[in-house]
Structures are given as structure tokens and as C-alpha cells.
């Protein structure tokens, strides 16, 4: 079957052309590879009111109609625009990045889309009554770029080891069981936080609430975390030089791993659970204390986390990729 292709101005001029040498419609569709049916419908369309047909207005018209059409509706296709529509939702809220990479995976006839066309329609003045942009991760009204947290207080742990004397192979992320961890604060009034780790090659994330930031606490923490992993799917640790990780040395014999702190102030050296505390801030923002958080959202923000596709995994989802991990192991 024959793609459809729209007349370029150089179509046009010759028919312009042709059709003052007086010309059939059925030869001029046959000398530009068109029906004869394209034609007559061109010359209608750009000859009303008994005006000539010019080639260059009919150029001008015919791109002033498909901007127009493309930025009125850059989601023509009702599939695209349910799916769009459902999984910037909850219980999905995903990025438009996300939604664009798993539609093409999920739907038969592969439907295609672009992260910045979702971007475009959510932030379109016809569409900003609907309030689109509060599903996003930042939840902004208007397009910016947002600077990192800001980073704690730290001290010099006792008896820590430096992330530089960590294998340069973990960073590459092809070898599973290599964990981050870091603290999520609510409010300063508050002394409740969030324990996060997260595994950097699956990016499978565990959620513990703690009453306080003490080093007891968060030993503890971390531990119930784990403890459910052995090797080889937990290897190492990498955290921030934060005064609750003063326990390092208890974490790291009771779960048999070892332990690496990474440079004062340099939070990118563990960026995969920076990126889940960004996440998680989308259901519990900034200035929410904790306490007043239950533990069955907890529950479900650690769910979604890890049952949401990823465009680093091949749009798998976290859960997805470590079980195939744990399939692969089990079988060696």
C-alpha cells in the first residue's frame, strides 16, 4: 500500500504550470505520481471565489493549516491521548519520559510520542485549567530547572572508608548488589525521617520509618532494610558522612557487607537514591512532617518506586529487573 504524501511547492509550480498550458487533471496527476482526485481537490481548495491559483499561497496556506493542526492537538491519536491522560495519574504518576518509552513496548501497534510533545500539551494555555502539570515530579507551573537538595550538616565518621578505595567497576553499574542509602527529613521541628536505600544497577528502593536521625536508629534501619538480601545481591553500602552514620561498623556486621562514605558534600557520588528522595517527594513534599505520614503510604510509595517502568532498565520496572537478576544467579 502507498503512503500518502502531501504536494511540496514544487508540485505546486508545476501544476501551476501545466494547468495554463491547459493541461487534463488526469495527466497532471500522472506526471506528478498523484491521483487525479488530489488535484482537483488542490485547485478547489486554493481557487474560491473565482481566484487564480498561485502556487506560493497555496504553499503558505497549506503550513499555516499544519501548524496550526500540530499545535492544537499533539495528541490526535485517542489511544495516545487516554494513555497519556491515565498514567500521569495516579496510581501510575509517571514522567512524560516514561509514558513516552513504555507506550511503544506496551501496545501492539507500536504508538510512538515524544516526552517533550507530552510536556507541550500539559503546558498548553488552552489545557492549563486542568492543572496537568501538578502530576509531574516537581509539580511546577511554569518549565524550570530546580536545583539539588541541599545537604546536611556532616562530620568525620570514625574508622570510615572512602569511596575512592571502592572498585571503579561498581560504577558502571553492571554488577548487582552494590546499595545507597541516605536520610529523607519532614520538618525541622520534627525529628522523624526516612530511610532510603536504593540498589544502583536495579534501582530497587526499601522505605524505613524512623523516629529519629540517632546512629541507633538508623543502624537499625538500614538493617531491616537488607537484611532480607544476602550476597551476591548485597555486596556494599554507600552513604554520606552524616553523624547517623556513626553506626557504620554494627551495619556493616550484621548485614556482612562493607561499608564506603563518599566525599563531604559531593551527594552525585550516590545519586541513584538522590534521585529516589526526589521521587518520593512528590508524595510526601517538603516541609510534611513524618510523623504524620502512615505507614501504609510508606508502603505505597515504595511500591510505586518499585513497580514503575524505567527508561534506564529498557522501561522494566525495578521489581522486574531484580527478579530477573535473581533468576540469573540462581541458575549459575
Not at 502531501?6 to 497532471?28: A, F, P, V
Not at 496556506?61 to 487516554?82: C, F, G, M
Not at 491522560?85 to 501510575?92: I, N
Not at 536505600?197 to 536508629?217: A, D, G, I, P
Request: proline fraction near 4%.
Amino acid at each position: 500500500m502507498k503512503r500518502y504524501k502531501h504536494l511540496t511547492l514544487e508540485d505546486r509550480e508545476r501544476l501551476h504550470i501545466w494547468k495554463g498550458q491547459g493541461m487534463s487533471l488526469r495527466e497532471i496527476g500522472r506526471r506528478l505520481k498523484r491521483d487525479h482526485y488530489t488535484i482537483s481537490r488542490e485547485i478547489k481548495r486554493n481557487t474560491k471565489y473565482g481566484t487564480e491559483y498561485l502556487p506560493c499561497h497555496a504553499q503558505r496556506r497549506y503550513e499555516r493549516i499544519t501548524t496550526k493542526q500540530r499545535s492544537k492537538a499533539p495528541l490526535k491519536s485517542p489511544a495516545v491521548y487516554l494513555y497519556v491522560r491515565e498514567h500521569l495519574r495516579a496510581p501510575y504518576h509517571w514522567t512524560p519520559g516514561l509514558i513516552a518509552g513504555r507506550l511503544s513496548v506496551e501496545t501492539k501497534n507500536p504508538l510512538h510520542i515524544s516526552a517533550e510533545c507530552i510536556y507541550q500539551y500539559i503546558y498548553a494555555k488552552k489545557n492549563r485549567k486542568e492543572r496537568l502539570w501538578k502530576y509531574l515530579v516537581c509539580g511546577r507551573k511554569m518549565r524550570m530547572v530546580k536545583n539539588g537538595r541541599k545537604k546536611r550538616n556532616v562530620g568525620k565518621v570514625p574508622n570510615a572508608v572512602s569511596i575512592a578505595k571502592r572498585s571503579q567497576y561498581i560504577e558502571k553499574r553492571k554488577q548487582v548488589g552494590h546499595w545507597e542509602t541516605d536520610d529523607m527529613e519532614g520538618t525541622k521541628s520534627s525529628k522523624a525521617a526516612l530511610s532510603v536505600s536504593r540498589e544502583r544497577t536495579t534501582r530497587y528502593t526499601k522505605l524505613v520509618k524512623m523516629v529519629n536521625q540517632t546512629k541507633v536508629v538508623k543502624t537499625d534501619a538500614v538493617v531491616e532494610s537488607l537484611e532480607m538480601f544476602s550476597e551476591p545481591l548485597l555486596r556494599t553500602i554507600t552513604q554520606d558522612n552524616g553523624k547517623e552514620n556513626y553506626g557504620h561498623e554494627q551495619t556493616a556486621q550484621q548485614l556482612g557487607t562493607k561499608m564506603y562514605f563518599c566525599h563531604a558534600y559531593t551527594s552525585c557520588e550516590k545519586g541513584g537514591v538522590e534521585r529516589a528522595i526526589k521521587d518520593i517527594r512528590r508524595f510526601i513534599p517538603k516541609g510534611t512532617p513524618l510523623t504524620r505520614v502512615s505507614k501504609q503510604k510508606i508502603e505505597y510509595v515504595e511500591w510505586w518506586l518499585n513497580n514503575r517502568p524505567m527508561s534506564c532498565l529498557g522501561y522494566m520496572t525495578p521489581h522486574e529487573k531484580m527478579e530477573q537478576l535473581k533468576t540469573k544467579l540462581a541458575s549459575t
